[in-house]
């Protein structure tokens, strides 16, 4: 079954507002990938927070790691129309060749 | 420079044809992998090379079949393709097996009709 499940699987926002997606995923795990897939194109990686890392930025991002529940918040912060796009979290398997299991994605919509 | 290419980009073609997809990467990564998007945007990984070798073999129906003539090529060959193969695949890298980040291709999306 499916590794992780992401919430809200969607959301739409204003321009400057910022935006919240969770995570949770059912094995341990070394790290946690988020991803970006504009419409029609390929994945994009954004960031990766380590097992022992609780909280990451990048830019604009905000990631939080919580490995107790199990979870992962990506914040996107003074969110821009460019913004618009599905966004995946996904854990990396070691013992299985590091294949990415992926979630759901959320499809985040900024409406200028 | 295109870090991660696949060709072609999109594919139509009936059922029963028999049709492949390439990958480059010139990242000088050693693992590659072929992951495949549902009409619902889900993603769920299907073969996985290392250095040539294949580490991932999901389940997938024999009809897929990949191949890697070296560690920058992962090929993707489809025999007898069915009305469910349609989907985008997307190929992607990364530097060893593991957990590393990896990094994805453009995708090719594939019209059984």
């Known amino acids: 079954s499916q590794q992780g499940e992401e919430d809200p699987q969607a959301l739409s926002i204003q321009e400057g507002e910022n935006a919240t997606m969770n995570c949770s995923y059912k094995t341990s795990i070394n790290n946690l990938q988020w991803y970006r897939q504009n419409s029609g194109r390929g994945l994009v990686h954004l960031i990766l927070?380590?097992?022992?890392?609780r909280e990451k930025h990048s830019g604009r991002l905000r990631v939080t790691l919580d490995t107790s529940k199990k979870s992962s918040s990506l914040l996107i912060t003074a969110s821009r129309a460019a913004d618009t796009a599905s966004y995946f979290c996904a854990t990396p398997l070691y013992n299985q060749g590091g294949k990415l299991i992926f979630g759901q994605g959320t499809e985040l919509s900024v409406k200028p | 420079d295109t870090a991660v290419s696949q060709t072609p980009k999109y594919l139509v073609t009936q059922m029963g044809n028999d049709k492949s997809i390439k990958c480059e990467q010139n990242l000088g990564h050693d693992t590659m992998y072929w992951y495949k998007q549902d009409s619902k945007k889900f993603l769920k990984i299907m073969f996985s090379y290392n250095n040539k070798e294949l580490i991932i073999n999901e389940t997938v129906p024999n009809r897929f079949s990949p191949k890697s003539p070296d560690k920058a090529h992962l090929n993707l060959h489809i025999n007898s393709l069915e009305l469910g193969d349609s989907a985008v695949y997307f190929c992607?890298?990364?530097?060893?097996?593991?957990?590393?980040?990896?990094?994805f291709g453009p995708g090719t999306r594939l019209l059984v009709l």
């Open positions: 927070i380590r097992s022992n890392e």
């Open positions: 992607a890298s990364s530097q060893d097996r593991g957990v590393w980040t990896q990094y």
